[in-house]
């Protein structure tokens, strides 16, 4: 099994650039997210899936999109992209029950310049 | 809104010694508390995951204790090595729903 498979692991954009980024995972879990990990913050939520065709804003949803069409991906779109947005992003998969685990994906180093 | 802290932002101890790092949270009744290590440049990993029922976890070198009267978690690591050098978060989760995460502490081992 592959895990969390995250793409692209470093990426430059200009201001105003779209791009996505890419998650899959193998486990077959209902539930996945996407989280942004900034300095001194942690890891803040941004949108996240528990199943497909289900999506749902978390902590900070503004300038990004996602969709969820089918269990193994969830690709996260920045729509205009602006500096604030340089950080690092993490993709999750949660198995979800009595013993509920995230397994993270390598991350991708967004600059936005 | 709910909120996550953890005690530090780093912790440096000597080799040998034992870690204590503290999870405090607020407006949050969390059925299970989790812990978790990340590496520079890496994705956390799952650690340990303690029940609201549950007073006490170990795992080898690893204990956690959770007080939900106190709305806060304990993370010890026991004759701590320069390898448990990375940063450690605690994260809450209602069975998958609102999983939230702690800023995290920087733990620094010394030879």
């Known amino acids: 099994n592959a895990g969390v498979t995250q793409t692209p692991k470093f990426q430059v954009l200009k201001t105003g650039q779209s791009m996505t980024l890419q998650c899959a995972q193998d486990?077959?879990?209902?539930?996945m997210s996407w989280y942004r990990q900034d300095p001194g913050m942690g890891l803040r939520l941004i949108h996240y899936?528990?199943?497909?065709?289900?999506?749902d804003q978390g902590e900070v949803p503004n300038g990004y999109n996602v969709s969820r069409s089918t269990t193994e991906d969830f690709p996260l779109r920045l729509l205009s992209a602006a500096p604030s947005q340089t950080s690092v992003y993490f993709c999750?998969?949660?198995?979800?029950?009595?013993?509920?685990?995230?397994?993270f994906g390598q991350g991708t180093r967004l600059t936005v310049v | 809104s709910q909120k996550i802290e953890q005690n530090s932002e780093a912790l440096n101890i000597q080799e040998g010694k034992t870690a204590t790092l503290t999870c405090n949270y607020t407006?949050?009744?969390?059925?299970?508390l989790q812990w978790y290590r990340q590496d520079p440049g890496r994705g956390p990993v799952f650690l340990l995951l303690?029940?609201?029922?549950?007073k006490e976890k170990r795992k080898e070198r690893l204990k956690v204790t959770f007080d939900t009267t106190l709305k806060q978690s304990l993370f010890h690591i026991t004759a701590s090595q320069p390898a448990d050098s990375a940063t450690y978060l605690c994260?809450?989760?209602?069975?998958?729903?609102?999983?939230?995460f702690g800023p995290g502490t920087r733990l620094s081992v010394l030879p």
């Open positions: 999750a998969s949660l198995r979800v029950g009595d013993n509920t685990e995230a397994f």
């Open positions: 486990m077959n879990h209902e539930y």
């Open positions: 899936s528990v199943g497909a065709g289900i999506t």
């Open positions: 407006n949050y009744s969390p059925a299970y």
């Open positions: 303690i029940r609201e029922n549950e």
């Open positions: 994260a809450l989760d209602n069975y998958g729903q609102n999983f939230v």
